[in-house]
Each structure stands twice: as C-alpha cells, then as structure tokens.
C-alpha cells in the first residue's frame, strides 16, 4: 500500500500490484492501483486443474469456470481427426481447439478433419467441465459413447 502511493506521488501511470486476499486487492484499487494481481489465487487454480486433468501442462482461466489448456496429444488421440474425438463447436462437448503445433508449423483454427498426430501440442479452450468431460471419454471411450452422434448430449 504505500508503494503503491509513493509510486502515485511519483506520476508513474500504471502500477500492477499483488494482493494476498480480495479485501488486500480492493484496497489497492482504491489507491489507484491499475491491476491486482493474486498470484497464490492464480497458481491454486492452474495446479487444481493440472491435477484434474493429468494431460494438461499448462492452464490459464479466462473467465468463471472456462479456460485454456495446453497438453501434448494424448496416446489415444493420435490417428483420429478432431470431428472423431467430438471436438470444435459442433462437437459434443463444445470445445474449441484454437491451434496445433506440429514441430515448427502452427495450424490456427484448424479443420475438425485435422487428424492429431503424435507430438502435437494441443491448444484448447471450452467450459472447465466440458474440458474435463472431453479429455476423459476421448481416453476411455464407452461403446455406448463412441455410436453416439456429436448432437446427441
């Protein structure tokens, strides 16, 4: 807090503060801090989802309860086109994959008939959930599961 003044004083024009608890964040906004950061915050809910979703190596929150994950393509992935895994918006679980990248090339908004291949580095971004949802009955398919059609939940 009283960084955050002096650097006010000063004339500095944009000031990123942490802030341990919400009250901590809502105090230095009143002072004029920019953005509050609340880096344990953060960190708890990358971990959570890491532990969540073992295939996931990186998550970022963009807004209550919808994220984006990074993960290197799974075993079962390989070989099947996104439309087959019941991904993109049309799919089943309503999960955007925002881009590949395949060694050195990156494929933005790539086609659903895009088939993953070993090594890919995934981007994908949907309601936590359904993240969730995806990744687990893509790993383990039901017999039931695999018949249905994309529009059937």
Known sequence: VLVTIILKQLGVRYIVARADT??????LQKIGVNKVVYVEH???VALAHGLVLSDV???VSVAANYGV??????????????SQLQLG??????????L????KEV????????VVQAD????????DDELERALSWAEKPSTEETKASPSAS
Do not use: C, Q, T
Not at 89 to 98: N, Q, S, Y
Not at 107 to 114: A, F, G, N, Q, Y
Not at 120 to 127: A, E, F, K, Q, Y
């Open 100 to 103: 590949v990248k395949r060694g």
């Open 57 to 59: 190596s990186d998550y």
């Open 22 to 27: 919400k009250l901590h964040g809502a105090i």
């Open 42 to 44: 953060e960190m708890g």
């Open 120 to 127: 890919d580095v995934l981007i994908l971004s949907g309601n």
């Open 69 to 82: 994950v990074k993960l290197i393509a799974p075993s079962p992935f390989v070989g099947k086109s996104f």
């Open 107 to 114: 494929i933005v908004s790539p086609d659903l008939k895009e």
């Open 89 to 98: 918006w049309k799919g089943k679980f309503k999960v955007a994959v925002l």
